[in-house]
């Protein structure tokens, strides 16, 4: 069991499969398929991977076909025409890019930095990553790379792809008494439960309390998953490891070309344990022989949640899933804990520690709420810049320190609308406006990634005064640029940061203060230390809270707590400049303040029944046929509401009710948390066969979300 089979199904079409189970029951329909092929010299599962997929399937409702998709890498279980194409893919080698540094003189650097400022980055990021990088690390098209090969610049090579070397022993650092007791902590309570939750300050010295943890574990020949929200995430931490624990550390997330992860995974099967993962959430699938311990880093991040496709399942919850299967252990950490894992700490579930300092006696930043209103008033606001936060520009400006601005929006405005009409650029699949990007000279949308050029006139009344409403990041980035035009501005955003190497690449220069202002999105408030950023700016405070969803305050509160984190130094406290229309609104007023905010989200949560206090599933379906979709959920919402009554919400529209084309609706079941929640599952996908029996319904797409974000 647990074997990857190839079986013919039809004239042409053969699939990978697994094992799962044997027995000697014959199909209800059709006949039996044989196996053609088993396709590696060993099981790709073991009974406890198997036992985990089945678990992801059952509680978050999708099948383990679905889970496959997510746990294996693609090459493993492509679909192929004929049984040749089979044959296992293992790369054995790398082609790589070696700067030659002779060539790369003083000389010709000026000249690439002014004519080809591309290329000459990709060399310079080839030169500080020691002069050599895999070829899929450099950020250049195959022409470039040909015409710097033909340059001499730069040679083409290729090496073993080797991941694994021996684990040194070495020096951790000495822990700050704060820290030693934090870690004591953990370990006692770790004595008798499974998880612990390592509740710190930004720059507390979390990361170095799981050090010392994880060595441990290896030094037991056991084996580590470190897991991050997101895949950005992974290199910086992993560059900390790395210089930890040599090179052995394994860096496993979705973003890895196919044949990386098939050699990650295959290497990790045939090896014996010991083994070092960081990754994002699909590390979680991976082939392990002795799981001793799972860190969760930032557990309060949503990003731990698939969102789509099935199986939406959190990688935070599926950890202490996967490590009670292996009777491993499970640390969290988070400088501002969910409401769930603070209240699993709080029913005695968790373990917990606090680290209520920032190493090395940095102070937290102060706090200044900037008010828009009155700013508009006295005419003292500028470019979306209220007076406060253009002195504190000018002012760090001048003393050669950093700035980071925050805006949660990437792209130029969200919408270009006509003053005198009214008209607003929409997506035509889908119930959105497009958002302007100026740079690119397109309008997009940010769900289906439709775009056309920017409208120069409005089709409605033909005026050709249209106007861009609101701000991106890139509009930040433009005003900025224009309000202080001495100042090095640098942009992250998913518009900027499209690869791992572009993102390394602006953050590498901005910590090296080659930049006095970086403008980003929520990237900029994870896990980043700079040295020199004294003051954050956060542009539009009201935008955080604007959501309609039940978490907006919570999460508004955490990203300000995460983004506060960032300002300051050990010689020179940091300053946290908020832009807000609402400067009365107690998120502002409770940063800093995990206990109240916690109790007063705590309280609400329980009065309007929101998690922790149930489990939730959403309930979307979806069809391009409107009128179908209205009656099959109308008498879906009946057929829940005569299982669960006053538990089911729904159907209702979304906000926005139509993607690609699609129509949507939503339902909602609300299951108190002291009641079966597997028995709430069962009946859920009875209900749910039960509508799909019907021919009509059968063409709408029905997809639940267990414990949405
Ligand atoms: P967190 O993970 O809580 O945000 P970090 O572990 O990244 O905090 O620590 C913040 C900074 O302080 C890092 O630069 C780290 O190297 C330093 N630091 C923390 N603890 C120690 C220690 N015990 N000895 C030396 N440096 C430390
Ligand atoms: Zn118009
Ligand atoms: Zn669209």
């Not at 599962?45 to 383990?64: G, H, N, P, T």
């Not at 470019?383 to 050669?400: M, S, T, V, Y």
């Not at 006053?646 to 079941?669: A, F, K, Q, T, W």
Request: net charge positive.
């Amino acid at each position: 069991m647990g074997d990857a089979v190839a079986v013919q199904f039809g004239k042409s079409s053969v699939y990978t499969g697994i094992v799962w189970r044997l027995h000697d029951t014959p199909p209800a329909k059709g006949e039996a398929k044989p196996i053609l092929q088993v396709l590696y010299d060993k099981p790709l599962l073991s009974e406890l991977q198997m036992r985990f997929w089945e678990w992801i399937a059952d509680y978050y409702i999708c099948s383990v076909g679905e889970v496959m998709r997510v746990a294996l890498p693609s090459i493993i279980k492509a679909k192929a025409r004929c049984e040749a194409e089979f044959e296992p893919y293992v790369p054995k080698r790398e082609t790589t890019v070696k700067l030659v540094a002779a060539a790369f003189s003083d000389e010709v650097r000026a000249k690439m930095e002014r004519r080809a400022p591309k290329r000459y980055e990709a060399l310079c990021e080839i030169e500080r990553a020691g002069g050599v990088l895999p070829r899929y690390a450099v950020e250049l098209d195959a022409t470039a790379l040909k015409a710097l090969v033909k340059a001499g610049l730069v040679e083409m090579g290729e090496r073993d792809y080797k991941l694994d070397s021996e684990w040194s022993k070495m020096l951790l650092p000495k822990l700050s008494s704060a820290q030693a007791k934090a870690l004591d902590d953990i370990r006692s309570g770790l004595s008798d439960k499974r998880v612990a939750l390592l509740h710190g300050v930004t720059s507390s010295g979390k990361t170095e309390i799981y050090t010392h943890l994880i060595e441990e574990r290896l030094a037991r020949g056991e084996d580590v998953l470190f897991l991050v929200p997101e895949i950005s995430l992974t290199t910086q931490l992993v560059e900390r490891m790395r210089s930890l624990f040599g090179e052995s550390v394994t860096v496993y997330h979705s973003k890895l070309t196919p044949q990386q992860r098939t050699k990650l995974y295959t290497d990790m099967l045939s090896s014996e344990s010991g083994n070092f993962v960081v990754g994002a959430r699909s590390a979680l699938f991976l082939p392990y022989k002795k799981l001793g311990l799972v860190v969760v880093d930032e557990e309060h991040d949503s990003s731990y949640k698939q969102t789509e496709p099935n199986p939406r399942y959190n990688g935070r919850d599926a950890a202490v899933v996967l490590a009670s299967l292996y009777d491993a252990k499970c640390v969290m950490g988070s400088a501002t804990p969910s409401l769930e894992s603070y209240t699993n700490y709080l029913s005695g579930k968790y373990a917990y520690a606090l680290l209520t300092e920032r190493y090395g006696g940095v102070e937290m930043p102060d706090i200044v709420i900037s008010d828009t209103v009155r700013n508009v008033k006295r005419n003292e606001r500028k470019l979306h810049f209220n007076k406060e936060l253009l002195d504190g520009i000018a002012d760090r400006l001048e003393r050669n320190e950093q700035v980071i601005l925050f805006q949660n929006r990437r792209g130029y405005s969200p919408y270009m609308e006509c003053p005198s009409c009214g008209w607003s650029a929409r997506c035509p699949h889908c119930n959105v406006t497009l958002s302007v990007h100026q740079q690119k000279g397109r309008m997009v949308c940010h769900y289906c990634g439709y775009n056309e050029p920017i409208v120069r006139y409005c089709p409605n009344c033909k005026t050709t005064e249209l106007k861009a409403m609101g701000f991106g990041t890139e509009r930040v980035e433009e005003a900025v640029s224009q309000l202080f035009p001495e100042a090095r501005v640098l942009r992250l955003d998913g518009d900027t940061a499209t690869s791992g190497t572009a993102y390394n690449r602006i953050i590498g220069a901005f910590a090296r203060h080659e930049a006095d202002i970086l403008v980003g999105t929520q990237i900029v408030s994870k896990g980043l230390d700079f040295a020199d950023v004294t003051l954050i700016g956060i542009l539009n405070g009201d935008n955080l809270l604007a959501s309609p969803d039940f978490r907006a305050e919570e999460r508004a509160w955490q990203l300000l707590m995460q983004v506060a984190g960032r300002a300051g130094r050990r010689d020179k406290r940091g300053e946290v400049i908020i832009q807000t229309a609402e400067p009365e609104h107690s998120v502002y007023s409770l940063i800093g303040d995990y206990e109240r905010v916690t109790t007063k989200l705590l309280a609400e949560r329980k009065q309007f029944r929101y998690p922790p206090f149930v489990r939730m599933v959403k309930i979307m379906m979806r069809s391009s046929n409107k009128s179908l979709l209205v009656d099959s959920s109308l008498r879906f919402g009946e057929q829940l509401r005569n299982r669960f009554g006053r538990r089911v919400l729904g159907p209702v529209s979304p906000l926005i009710d139509r993607v690609r084309g699609e129509y949507r609706v939503e339902l909602m079941l609300k299951v108190e948390v002291e009641s079966s929640f597997s028995r709430a599952r069962a009946i859920l996908r009875e209900e749910i066969a039960k509508l799909r029996s019907d021919k009509e319904c059968r063409n709408v797409v029905i997809i639940c979300d267990v414990d949405v974000m």
